[in-house]
């Protein structure tokens, strides 16, 4: 399971929906990948004060998670999938490129993004899975 900020987030502001998501995903022994963008966005919300969540906090719920890196293959498929969702929309989708890493990662790794944020990523042609 390829971990959004979204879930992040909502998991940090004690969302019980997202807790028992996470209590099903550990008990069913699912991986839970954590995508450097997503590090990125949490600590972006602290550092501009979006978010009564400390440093800290954002740092103490990031430790249990393995990371997946942007690396060149991740770079080129969310560029691929971007121009993807672009075409299909005549135009620009509306989807960011943290987004569009975050979607490369379960394209590649042939996973499934854990979002609330469900249309960006089925914009991007990935498997979505919500709470």
Do not use: C, H
């Amino acid at each position: 399971m390829i971990i959004d900020s979204s879930y992040l987030f909502d998991l940090m502001a004690e969302d019980q929906d997202a807790f028992s998501k996470g209590t099903e995903l550990v008990e069913n022994g699912e991986m839970q990948w954590l995508p450097t963008p997503v590090v990125a966005e949490a600590y972006y919300g602290v550092a501009t004060a979006r978010s009564a969540t400390t440093e800290q906090e954002v740092r103490n719920r990031l430790l249990g998670y393995p990371r997946i890196d942007v690396d060149e293959e991740i770079a080129r498929t969310a560029g691929e999938l971007l121009a993807e969702a672009d075409d299909r929309t005549k135009g620009n989708a509306g989807v960011g490129p943290n987004d569009g890493y975050i979607a490369a990662m379960a394209d590649v790794l042939d996973d499934t993004v854990l979002t609330d944020n469900v249309d960006d990523f089925e914009a991007l042609g990935v498997p979505v899975e919500t709470y």
